[in-house]
């Protein structure tokens, strides 16, 4: 393909597009550019690989280190395994472009998104979501797009698009929305409380500029002389598939009209009835055209079975108002919350049970030291104090299958469990600790993230962090028949496979605080996205009133098992002092007190031990190390040498001043070690610091109560 360049005047910013340069084995690639922000993403496609019954799509997006002219630390000076943030850009791009795709499709595609460069203003993961539209049309996979993404942000009260990463961190909001020229497809959220009205607002204003590049993606590839990729389905012999459904329609439909709540329960009924239908199959003649087609495509029989339990269950919602275990729309599954079901060794813990989905979450504290250092060099934050994890163990469906690292869907779910929680935890300045909440989901039928969600809120009041208020969640999901729209509150797993749409909301009781919008059709109108938001509130209140009967607030006490943190502020030029020379002075502080101590470039000092009166004393000789000294001050120290003309004492951990003879004591000394000797205790005062900071001590003029006083806060 020939080079072609095209610039899109967007928002008071510039995008730039260019094909034609780079890449060009690749199916599609294209460079797209925003200031000095540039992602090269390319998508290709491969012929479909035999019996696969699902779309192959994988999505990888990578950040070099020279974009930011960095090179890599460590020994091999090469990217290593992707960090989290790339794993949910991944994600970012994945999810809007798989509902694109012809429901057909079982070729291999691949689409890879690189940024090559990147400034400290613009992030790169909404340019590479829509680049991987642009690059898959260049590319002529069949494709209901363009698709295009846009962030929003909220600076004062007003929205911005495409905002940079200082105005995200500081802002309220950080929205990204995607859409097609259906509607929204996809939508991304962190917010600060921000009421369902505005949230909506937010919405519709992105997607008003995600129109805008859907436009100009037509005109460029217009101008590109290229056409959208129409290619039909390939055509399947209906014999086996009527086969399959006269024989299992009718007794599908009994057991969805009988509104079994037990999801183990209708999952075996349903197995039973598609074990007939393999049964029916093996009796047939070798030569009958059934079981000649259906050896030739063992997956039809599952396939049309999902198709029909699919058109029911809809049907049934669509026309009767009711779902597979008998609930109205807009009705939440029973719910049952408890705190502490684990020992206090456990610094705080939260069990959140939904139909049967089941979530335990458990809290920990930490010190300041134990923050996550996310090892980016890209983003602003350097290091995370809240560190979210969730776990999807295979027990929890009821499965086995082999344990691995965590994949893309535990740590995205993890990420909006993060989200959701953020804004509702303390200031730095007011409590210190570093927090990390594991969610071990236990057991699987829809919405464990927002299930995660609530858990956590239970666990983190539980061990006494003063969260601002705290937060339920729940999701929503669609059913599109037509023109006919039902929207779903809080669905369970049936829903979710066979369903249109996974809507997370979750907040507090005075707005939103986290979303994600997935989509499995083509996309949405606005009213619709609002309708769903609207009804998600009554469904987040009455989780939370649940929540509230097992904790009502965070406990005024934490686990005894929690470490204390006690903070100081010193002066920055004295860290040096308290590290002391390769780390001496805070290494013989924490062996003799065993607290840990952390210090901040600010100078903010934070002393942390299981047992508060070892955090005291630790905060004790670092006070006593870095406090101003002035002439006349008493300490309690210890002769750390002898020379003929005065005795060394350590007054201070690592401050040393010198006694000289005639200040050891009110008469004539011969000898320093008539007086003295190496290790005694003395009581010493300042007599002067001379011009070159050197501390002369006397044991003369000391008063009593002065002795005494010194003498105590050397034992603690």
Not at 176 to 183: L, N
Not at 589 to 599: L, M, N, V, W
Request: aromatic letters at 4%; a negative charge.
């Amino acid at each position: 393909m020939q080079e072609f360049e095209k610039s899109i005047s967007f928002d008071g910013r510039d995008i730039r597009l260019k094909v034609g340069m780079l890449a060009p084995q690749a199916g599609g690639s294209v460079l797209i550019q925003s200031e000095d922000t540039a992602v090269l993403v390319a998508a290709t496609r491969a012929s479909g690989r035999e019996g696969i019954d699902f779309l192959p799509l994988l999505v990888d997006y990578e950040e070099r280190m020279y974009a930011g002219g960095r090179i890599p630390g460590g020994i091999f000076k090469r990217e290593g395994r992707p960090p989290e943030k790339s794993v949910l850009t991944s994600r970012l791009i994945d999810r809007p472009m798989r509902p694109l795709f012809p429901s057909w499709l079982r070729d291999d595609i691949q689409i890879v998104a690189t940024t090559l460069s990147m400034d400290e203003r613009v992030p790169p993961d909404v340019l590479a979501v829509t680049g991987a539209s642009i690059a898959t049309l260049l590319a002529k996979i069949p494709f209901n797009g363009p698709m295009a993404a846009v962030r929003v942000g909220l600076v004062g009260d007003d929205f911005i698009i495409n905002p940079t990463f200082e105005e995200i961190e500081t802002g309220d909001l950080d929205l990204v929305v995607a859409g097609s020229p259906d509607g929204v497809i996809m939508v991304e959220a962190r917010s600060n409380q921000l009421p369902e009205a505005d949230m909506i607002e937010a919405i519709d204003f992105g997607y008003e500029a995600v129109r805008d590049l859907i436009q100009a993606q037509r005109e460029f590839i217009a101008a590109l002389g290229i056409e959208m990729v129409q290619e039909e389905a390939p055509k399947a012999d209906p014999t086996l598939e009527d086969f399959i459904r006269d024989r299992v329609t009718a007794p599908v439909k009994e057991v969805l009209v009988r509104f079994e709540k037990d999801k183990t329960v209708r999952d075996a009924a349903l197995d039973e009835i598609k074990e007939t239908v393999v049964q029916a199959i093996v009796e047939l003649p070798e030569d009958d055209a059934v079981k000649v087609a259906a050896s030739e495509n063992p997956k039809v029989l599952s396939n049309t079975f999902k198709s029909v339990t699919k058109a029911l269950m809809r049907r049934q919602i669509v026309e009767d108002g009711m779902r597979v275990d008998g609930r109205k729309l807009d009705e939440v599954r029973p719910i049952s919350c408890f705190v502490g079901v684990l020992p206090k060794r456990v610094h705080g813990t939260g069990l959140f049970n939904r139909g049967l989905t089941q979530v335990l979450s458990v809290a920990t504290l930490g010190s300041p030291g134990e923050a996550q250092n996310l090892l980016d060099d890209f983003h602003p934050d350097a290091q995370k104090r809240y560190i979210h994890h969730y776990n999807f163990p295979p027990y929890s469906v009821g499965e086995t299958r082999p344990m691995r690292s965590p994949g893309r869907r535990e740590i995205g779910h993890g990420a909006l469990a993060e989200r959701s929680l953020l804004p509702v935890l303390p200031p730095k300045e007011e409590f210190p600790y570093v927090i990390r909440v594991v969610s071990e989901v236990l057991s699987s039928n829809g919405s464990t993230s927002m299930g995660s969600v609530c858990a956590s809120t239970l666990a983190l009041m539980d061990a006494g962090v003063p969260i601002v208020k705290p937060v339920s969640g729940a999701a929503m999901g669609l059913i599109k028949e037509g023109e006919e729209i039902r929207i779903l509150t809080d669905i369970q797993g049936m829903e979710d496979f066979l369903g249109d749409m996974d809507f997370k909301v979750a907040g507090t009781d005075t707005g939103i605080n986290a979303l994600q919008l997935d989509m499995k059709i083509t996309g949405l109108p606005m009213e619709v996205i609002a309708d769903a938001i609207n009804q998600a509130k009554p469904a987040r209140l009455h989780i939370l009133s649940k929540m509230l009967e097992a904790i009502d607030q965070p406990r005024a006490e934490m686990s005894p098992y929690a470490p204390r943190l006690l903070t100081i502020k010193i002066d920055p030029d004295m860290i040096g002092l308290v590290i002391g020379p390769g780390g001496k002075t805070i290494k013989g502080i924490t062996e003799e007190t065993g607290a840990k101590i952390d210090i901040d470039d600010d100078g903010t000092v934070t002393v942390s031990a299981i047992d508060g009166e070892k955090a005291k004393r630790a905060r004790s000789i670092i006070q006593g190390m870095t406090r101003k000294l002035n002439a006349g001050d008493t300490f309690a120290g210890k002769v750390t040498r002898i020379i003929p003309i005065g005795a060394f004492v350590e007054f201070l951990p690592g401050k040393e001043g010198m006694v000289h003879i005639s200040q050891l004591a009110d008469h004539r000394v011969g000898k320093v070690e008539d007086e003295v000797a190496v290790g005694d205790e003395v009581v010493v005062k300042i007599r002067e610091i001379d011009n070159r900071g050197r501390v002369n001590l006397t044991r003369l003029g000391i008063h009593p109560d002065d002795a005494t006083a010194a003498r105590e806060v050397v034992a603690g």
